[in-house]
């Protein structure tokens, strides 16, 4: 269930998500302003359970107001990373990813964080290396890719005046 800003128990949880990820996401999360509208979604990493991402993202997006060509972009960047998370990151049994999205002022924008507690394999299905990560380095003003033992943590931040 994603959360917001007013449950106290979610920003215990989320700080103690933040301490699994590499340096840039944990320092996002730190510095978050939690009594900002934000989203927190930890799902099943399937392809069944995109949709769900998808419509709470596009909620959250739409809660803080954002000019809605900048939705789109941010609606594809982050289905493409949920996608290779959950194409790439499980082999057999499907573990978890997460997004993390937050608005903030300095600079104005949003960041967003999709992270995976998955190893990276080649699908038996993928015929080539892609086009998703540089797209998703195309669509945002700032992107950080991040492989470790624990998984793959995508950040990614966009630039935008905010009401």
């Given at each position: ?45 399937t ?58 002022d ?17 699908s ?19 992107f ?20």
């Amino acid at each position: 269930m994603p959360q917001g800003h007013d449950e106290e128990p979610v920003a215990f949880l989320l700080r103690s998500w933040a301490n699994t990820l590499p340096a840039p996401a944990a320092e996002v999360v730190a510095t978050a302003d939690l009594a900002r509208q934000y989203l927190y979604l930890p799902i099943t990493a399937t392809h069944s359970r995109l949709p769900l991402l998808r419509s709470h993202l596009w909620d959250w997006m739409s809660k803080v107001d954002l000019p809605v060509p900048l939705r789109h972009d941010i609606m594809v960047a982050v289905d493409e990373a949920a996608t290779n998370a959950a194409t790439h990151a499980f082999a057999a049994t499907p573990g978890t990813v997460t997004l993390f999205a937050v608005s903030h002022d300095d600079p104005p924008g949003v960041t967003v964080i999709v992270a995976d507690d998955g190893s990276w394999h080649v699908s038996p299905h993928a015929k080539s290396s892609g086009l998703g990560l540089p797209m998703l380095a195309n669509l945002a003003d700032h992107f950080d890719l991040h492989h470790q033992d624990s998984g793959t943590t995508v950040v990614m931040r966009w630039t935008a005046p905010l009401d």
